[in-house]
């Protein structure tokens, strides 16, 4: 879905319409009263949140539906609002068989114009290559009757270029495993991130052998589907820092031997969320070009069982050296992070961060719509909380309690991959990953477990893949470099 059903226009011409009338509150209009064909006189819902029906009749030569919102509520922001209430009305459209929806928003409302369009990208999103009946897309136009500012004009076409890479990251996520495996997905990011200005490279098995990485490699051997690492790399003119990136992409967790039972192998072609965030935000850096050095890294493997997977009791020696006794094949994602961080830190960045749909325990903690932050340094973890609260998507910062890293010892080992209790299991599973981080370089982690694998809806996101975390990442890559 690389076209945009968004347009921004000055003259509003009825055309079957869905017309949305935002409110800031019971009295203040986000839009230009004159030249709408009714009275709103009062037309603001009395209740904070709500939406109502203003008019249903004839314009023109058209039918249109016009509804007012509030977008003051006591849960959430009026961006997310705003969002919510395009997302709403696109389906509110596809059931009267309206063609359009039309958002009136003076051109001064310049975050609500940016949230309108990102409702429009984010809830037009449908996943229908598999299906016979194809979606109709409804498109959505905002009616400013200014023109929009240079800078207005300058961050939509911003947003549009992430947008493009988080529908990217969507629909790897909704393609079936028997689509997506390591050297599809490597294909993928290659094309997508060539187009997006990445210098990409990939990593096959043999080169993953010669190169060390025993956990990427082990992880691999139980798929027919070869295990892959890319590698891209940008750089601005004017790099401000070196930032690398690093994806976990199980493309899919069947547990291995440790094999999960079927009702939670159920989502599993989600374990690749962390890849797919990384990667399209890396994509959506070098599209905007940011003032960055970039080095992103997205181990992929499928996690399957053959008489030649990897077992339980075996012993792996990772990229840096360190060897892991494995005590589950279950916790594989730590084991193909560990080379990967380990590489990423060589290139000696000033920050490495990392993603990962890592651990249950991370979803019984925060649920399915928290991502879990831990980082080394406090003012980065700040930023990502701060910049994730702008884009919608929450995150929550949570220790790196060094106490538990006793879990992790092992007899045979220099450390075994479980931390060997359910508690505190996302905590132990960052601190698995810190031991391939070097020290001099800070560090942020990120368990997105929960909403990198939920199937529902997410906000105004829809069923299925999220491309969570990219709008989040794109932003706090803006603020780290602004300064
Ligand atoms: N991919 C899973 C984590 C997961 C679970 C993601 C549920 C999304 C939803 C991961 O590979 C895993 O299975 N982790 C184990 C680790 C344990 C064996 C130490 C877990 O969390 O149970
Ligand atoms: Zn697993
Ligand atoms: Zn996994």
Known sequence: MEQSIFTLVDTYTPDHDLLVLP????????????GLPFA???AAPTKKGAARTVYAGALEDSFVLAQAVRLDDDTLPAMENMKMAVVNAIAIAKKEKLQ???????????????????????????FDKYLQEKASPISVCVVSTAPPSAPLAEALKDARETLACVSMARDVLNEPPNAVNPPTLAEVFEDFGAKSGLAVETWKE?????????????????????????????????????????????????????????????GMKYDMGGAAMIFAAACAIARLKLP??????????????????????????????????????????RLILADAL??????????????????????????????????????????MLSASEATGEAFWPMPLFKPYAEKLKSTVADV??????RYGGSITAALFLQNWVTDNVKWMHLDI???????????????????????????????????
């Open 292 to 333: 960055v050095k970039l080095t992103v890294l997205t181990p992929l493997v499928e996690n399957n069982v053959s008489s030649n997977a990897y077992k339980v009791s075996d012993i792996l020696t990772t990229r840096n050296g360190k060897t892991v006794e494995v005590l589950n094949t279950d916790a594989e994602g």
């Open 449 to 483: 477990a929960g909403p990198g694998g939920k199937e529902e809806a997410l906000g105004p996101i829809g069923k299925g893949g999220k491309g969570f975390g990219v709008r989040s990442l794109v932003e706090l890559v803006k603020r780290l470099t602004s300064e």
């Open 206 to 266: 043999d080169r993953l052998e010669a190169e060390g990485c025993g956990g990427i490699v082990s992880v691999g051997k139980g798929s027919s589907a070869k295990p892959r690492l890319v590698l891209g790399e940008y750089s601005s003119p004017t790099p401000k820092l070196h930032l690398a990136l690093v994806g976990k992409g199980v493309t899919f967790d069947t547990g291995g031997y440790s094999l999960k039972p079927s009702e939670f192998q159920v």
């Open 416 to 421: 075994n991959n479980t931390g060997k209790t």
């Open 342 to 383: 380990a590489l990423a830190c060589e290139h000696e960045p000033d920050i490495v961060i990392d993603a990962a749909t890592l651990t249950g325990a991370c979803v019984v903690g925060l649920g399915d719509d928290i991502a879990a932050v831990y980082s080394t340094d406090q003012d980065l973890s700040a930023s």
């Open 23 to 34: 409110f800031l509150d019971e009295q203040t209009p986000c839009f230009e009263t004159n």
């Open 40 to 42: 709103l006189a009062d």
């Open 100 to 126: 359009r929806v039309a958002v009136f928003l003076t051109a001064e409302h310049e975050d609500l114009i940016l949230a309108a369009q990102e409702g429009a990208e984010l809830g037009g999103y449908a």
